[in-house]
């Protein structure tokens, strides 16, 4: 049986802490090079979203798509993005007060709807306006579509369009179904606005696409990416580190078959790997992550799941790892971040020991 099979519950919250440890200071320690335009561009669009990229790499949010700060040198506003980080009750998009309109979304010749609903933007700009779209889907939340149409285009004329699927009167979408609402920005002196698209909820560190007017058209002006590319985020870790993730998640475990819709450790696993390309790329944020367990508790969990050979050898592995990756993140420290021996050290220490835990979720009294 995996360790996966032993939980109560793989769901947690996920506490965001305000500070950083007064042990262990972050300042300064970002790497430069992150988040950048995946092209060189000087257009101002592209510009100034990366601004507000940036202030959200900085931040201590575990995801990217969570609110960050406005960064302050910005020279727009957001005037529609995510409530928070947990949508999945639905309505998760939030605007400015006086930009958009919500509104139910009752489709001529369908039922009225309780759950689905639109956000239509108030002003246009050069003779367009931006609507989205929210369906719900269940539990997991609503979908998410951006449309781009022609101001003179009345509510009801949009959502007869958008029944009679009518491509002649409703443009194709710029952003199609997505789990999270798009952010959509403006310039304060509201000369442009233009979107942005976070990407969806179980991809990592996902490049944001701008979405910028040309003509009649909403197009691509540019992406912002957050790291390398990689595959898993253990690709971004050193390879001392990728041995133990590599085992970590063989504990972790996967789906069985009569588990439900919910996917719980499928969602856990999605986590830990935020967590760890977190350690990899920002650990500051990988600092204000808060596990589920006590390091007691996990590893007091994690003694009675080896109690079958295959899974001692598992834990056997990554007990003989653990010292070894924990040097390896701290000398990947302070070459990437620039610290010092013993800080460097410091936060190996405390970051290895809760991406160690953010595996696992024990029920106290297992």
Same mark, same amino acid.
């Given at each position: 049986? /995996? ?25 300064? %320690? ?112 609503? !979908? ?35 789990? /999270? ?29 701008? !979405? ?5 058209? %909403? ?49 856990? /696993?999605?986590?830990?790997?935020? %967590? ?5 790329? /920002? ?63 410091? %936060? ?13 979720? !024990?029920?106290?009294?297992?």
């Amino acid at each position: 049986m /995996r360790l996966g099979d032993k939980v109560r519950s793989l769901y947690r919250v996920i506490g965001i802490v305000l500070g950083i440890s007064a042990v262990i200071s972050t300042t300064g %320690m970002a790497d430069e090079n992150w988040p950048k335009l995946e092209k060189s561009s000087t257009d101002t669009v592209c510009l100034e979203t990366l601004k507000q990229a940036r202030s959200a790499f900085l931040s201590n949010n575990f995801h990217l798509y969570e609110i960050a700060p406005i960064a302050a040198d910005a020279q727009s506003e957001i005037i529609l993005q995510s409530t928070g980080l947990d949508i999945s009750g639905g309505d998760g998009a939030d605007a400015k007060a006086g930009e958009f309109d919500e509104l139910p979304l009752n489709i001529p010749g369908q039922s009225p709807s309780t759950v689905d609903y639109y956000h239509w933007q108030l002003k246009n700009t050069a003779g367009w306006r931006f609507v989205i779209v929210s369906e719900n889907v269940g539990w997991r939340g609503n !979908f998410y579509t951006l449309y781009r149409i022609d101001a003179k285009l009345t509510q009801d004329q949009f959502l007869a369009s958008l029944g009679n699927n009518d491509r002649k009167t409703l443009p194709s979408p710029v952003i199609v179904q997505n789990w /999270r609402p798009p952010m959509v920005f403006q310039r304060k002196d509201n000369s442009a606005a233009w979107v942005v698209d976070v990407g969806q909820t179980f991809t990592i560190l996902t490049p944001w696409r701008v !979405f910028s007017a040309n003509g009649l058209r %909403m197009e691509p002006a540019c992406k912002i990416k957050f790291s390398a590319n990689f595959k898993n985020s253990k690709d971004l870790l050193p390879e001392t580190l990728g041995n133990l993730i590599e085992n970590l998640f063989a504990a972790t475990g996967t789906d069985e078959p009569n588990s439900g819709t919910l996917h719980s450790v499928s969602g856990a /696993r999605i986590e830990a790997e935020y %967590m760890w390309a977190n350690v990899g790329t /920002r650990p500051w944020a990988a600092l204000a992550a808060k596990p589920y367990n006590t390091r007691d508790r996990v590893d007091s969990g994690l003694k009675e799941w080896a109690s079958t050979a295959q899974n001692e050898k598992t834990y056997n592995a990554i007990v003989a790892q653990y010292p070894k990756a924990e040097r390896a993140l701290a000398n990947y420290y302070e070459k990437t971040f620039s610290k010092s021996s013993k800080e460097a050290a410091e %936060m190996a220490h405390a970051i290895l020991d809760l991406a160690f835990r953010f595996h696992f979720v !024990f029920s106290a009294d297992n």
